[in-house]
């Protein structure tokens, strides 16, 4: 088995002397700005001033513009969205950038496709959370953490794996697992990860099924109940405990309808498109093509995403959740973090 490294096989000494860098405090910036704060690491985020940079003080952290923070910094995370990445690196970055510095991703993309070449004399190496910023968060201050991933491009100090790994443990990634891999395999399994399955194949999922529902008759509510809402609490089984343990909690009758439904469903020709997809991301063709969208100013992720929320199951949803305080307390816990700043 792989080896998987947890707290105690990591000494955190040598990040304690050093000054880190938080560029961005969206969704994973602001997860490791306090995780690695309350962990005891002298911590300062690198932004614009705007919503984020006023979130970032009012929490107490120490803010400077990116130039500024990546120069008094010996570590660098770059947690900005991957596409404007390119430019603020050559623009604040670059130019501030010491031999023996440390520049740090939490997505392998800029490098994997050289829209970022760093110089020869600085460590360049990733440390990924398999999870969303908001749970790398969250699960840390309930006592928990996200796994990540740790991989090394540039050793230029010789120190760059201990520094590695000591960041992954300020965040909380030693209480779940820490994982050593390389950034081809870091950016190519986590494109396809969030792709087909976890977000693509999730939303294509449910909305196919609600769709189905609704348009055989049934009324909206039940359909959203069924396809998205439990969803969340059928996912929660297989987190605990696998395929096994969510079928232990279902009834027969369900299982039976997995066993014989499912492969209906995902079938060989799903996983020949699946094929598909991987290779778009390892032969560039993905990359390419988000980058020119990006360039062009997204014309085509605009007209998706406006059309997305028009989308019936996010209106009967957004009623529904109305009525759920549980749930509809997370949602504006949610919205206050996305009004404030921009993660
Ligand atoms: N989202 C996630 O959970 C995961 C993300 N990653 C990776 O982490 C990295 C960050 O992603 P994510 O957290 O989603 O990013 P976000 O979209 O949440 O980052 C937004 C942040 O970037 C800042 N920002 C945007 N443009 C600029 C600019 N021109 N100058 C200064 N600051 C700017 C925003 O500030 P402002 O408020 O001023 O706009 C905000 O603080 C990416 O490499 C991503 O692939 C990896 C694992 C999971
Ligand atoms: C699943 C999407 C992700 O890869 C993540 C949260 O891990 C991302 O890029 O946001
Ligand atoms: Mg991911
Ligand atoms: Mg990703």
Redesign the pocket.
Known sequence: MTKVLYNNNINEEVLQSKKIAI????????AHALNLKESGFDVVV????????D?AVEDGVDVKS?AEASQEADVIM?????E??P??YKE?IEPNLEAGNALV???G??IHFNQIVPPADVDVFLV?????????RRTYEEGAGVPALYGIFQDATGQATDVALAYAKGIGAGRAGILQTTFQEETET?LFGEQAVLCGGTSALVKAGFETLVEAGYQPEVAYFECLHELKLIVDLLYEGGLENMRHSISDTAEWGDFMSGPRIVDEDTKARMKDVLSDIQTGKFAQGWILENQANRPRYSAIKTAESQHQIEKVGRELRELMPFVKQKAINKKEVVSN???
Do not use: E, M
């Open positions: 560029i961005g405090y969206g969704s994973q910036g602001h690198g932004l614009r001033q705007g919503r984020s940079w979130k990116v770059i947690l900005l969205p991957d404007y990445q430019s603020i604040a991703f939490a997505h993309f800029n990924a959370p398999k999870g969303p910023g908001h749970l790398v986590d700043d921009t993660n």
